[in-house]
């Protein structure tokens, strides 16, 4: 069965730093473009990165360039989302997914999606 399982959120100070993984059960990465993307309460969700499935093409909104650092290990069929310089605004629930093709997912395009994982930025 197909699973994407986020981790690596929790509380950090800002300025600070956190890691996200996104670890893919029941697929493998090659073919499938991986976004991360975030949902603050009374907002709506917003794509925050993408990285395609065999090239490794990364995508970025402004909002996050130069900040955020999306990869990828094939291998153990895991896509990371390091974040740097921690705002309050990043607060959110992220959430991986991944959508098969040449394409990165959008908010509502037929994505396979992971539980998510909250991210606090807060001092």
């Known amino acids: 069965q197909v699973q994407l399982v986020e981790s690596g959120g929790g509380l950090v100070q800002p300025g600070g730093s956190l890691r996200l993984s996104c670890a893919a059960s029941?697929?493998?990465?090659?073919?499938?473009?991986i976004g991360w993307f975030r949902q603050a309460p009374g907002k709506e969700r917003e794509g925050v990165s993408c990285?395609?499935?065999?090239?490794?093409?990364?995508f970025y909104p402004d909002s996050v360039k130069g900040r955020f650092t999306i990869s990828r290990d094939n291998a153990k069929n895991t896509v990371y989302l390091q974040m740097n310089s921690l705002k309050p605004d990043d607060t959110a629930v992220y959430y991986c997914?991944?959508?098969?093709?040449?394409?990165?997912?959008?908010?509502?395009?037929?994505?396979?999606w992971g539980q998510g994982t909250q991210v606090t930025v807060s001092s």
């Open positions: 029941g697929f493998t990465l090659d073919y499938y473009h």
């Open positions: 997914a991944a959508r098969p093709g040449i394409t990165c997912p959008t908010r509502d395009s037929n994505n396979y």
């Open positions: 990285i395609s499935g065999s090239k490794g093409y990364t």
